[in-house]
Structure formats: C-alpha cells, structure tokens
C-alpha cells in the first residue's frame, strides 16, 4: 500500500481524521554532542531528554569538566 492508501485506511477503520506532517530528518553525531557540551551550549531538542540526564547523570562526554 501507498502511505495515503494506508493513511486512509485508518480514517475508516478508526474514524479519524489523520494528517501527514513531514519532517526533515536530522543527521546528529555523538561529535556534535559532545562539542555542544563541550563549549557549554545546551543540547535540548538534539536528544531525547532522558538521554540528555543520562549523559549529565553518568559524566559521558566529559561533561561538567
């Protein structure tokens, strides 16, 4: 099935109203990361905040250093 095909699919089963949104993917390396902490810059919105207290809770990317 085409995405639509399968979108409307759905509508009727669930009677719902579903609207495709895109949404550029976005290509972030653990380099980025640890340069954004690094130069003491946030990296909220770049991972998935339980990620980001994981990363500060366990000092990964020598954060806080």
Not at 9 to 17: I, Q, S, V
């Amino acid at each position: 099935l085409r995405a639509q095909d399968y979108i409307e699919k759905l509508e009727r089963k669930y009677g719902a109203k579903i609207i495709n949104v895109y949404v550029p993917s976005l290509d972030i390396s653990s380099t980025y990361i640890r340069d954004q902490l690094n130069l003491g810059r946030s990296i909220r919105y770049l991972v998935p905040d339980d990620v980001d207290t994981y990363i500060k809770e366990k000092g990964l990317y020598n954060y806080g250093v």
